[in-house]
């Protein structure tokens, strides 16, 4: 029986579309934060007594189709014939609605090959975690993770940016709302690449938006950290705007929020949005701006706000 820890990670380049949807292998690489405060821990133990896997998630047993691919790449890895019951604790703050898919395959990853005896490098560890949600590669790693888009299931992995910043980066977390979202990531993001013709100019851009990211973040160049990565959020929305039909992940509030961020940005704050496949506005800046920016958005979204700094990479919490 094995435990893992994994944090969720916010790309700042962004991952949206699959040239493979098998192999989960995206049309760009990207790149992302993993985050202090949000995570998930999950428990695997192979059991003779199992006729199959079994999930059971914030202790409600859940649908086991996704998780089951990740273990089946691990049972036949590992020669391991028994199904596996998985025991997974989200610790989201309702407040941040973050749940997500990215710490979920980390540490499933990571807790289900230790359980089957596998010693894996943490690019082998992110190959895997890949398999599972193409987001979860880059929650191996702890701070700025980059995943190499690869040509193939051998080449596309995440690892720590050789360069990491040493600005004191944060990201306050605006919870717009905490409703499930109308269309899953899978699904919008296949949408996208099938019907938006704005996508090959997102992958154009996306793609050529990832050597200065990672330049900027090498010399703590923080007006082009926040430039990039708002070009790549706002560049994703717009393809996925285009598609057909026209579809939006923004609520009302989710523009609130943006408006507020460019006000403060007008003031002379660092404060850059990213938003991912849901309303919740992500904004980046650094820790002597944090209470600013709190004071600002306090009056429209008190007891929805959380703050988040560069997180660790996934571990084992225990084996017996
Ligand atoms: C908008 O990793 O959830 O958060 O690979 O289909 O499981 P699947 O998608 P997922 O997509 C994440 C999309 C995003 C951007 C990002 O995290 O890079």
Redesign the pocket.
Known sequence: MTTARAHTNI?LI???G?RDSQL?LPYTS?I?MTLDEFYTDTQVVFDAALTADELYLDGTKRDVTKVATVLELVRQQAHESRFARVTSTNHVPETAGLAS??SAFAALTMAASAAAGLKLSHTQLSRLARRG????SRSVDGGFVIWHRGTDDQSSFAEPIREQPTLPLAMVVVMVSGKKKSQT??QG?AQTVATSPFYPAFVEQNQAAIEPMLHALATDDLATIGRLTEQSSFQ?HAAIMAGNPPFSYFEPETLTAWHMVQTLRDQGIPAYATM??GPNVKILTTQPHVDTILKALEPEFAGRLTVAHPGPAAQILSEE
């Open positions: 790309a962004k991952y949206w699959k989960i990207s992302s898919s990215a949600s193409g987001s979860a990531s899978r993001m994703m991912d496949a």
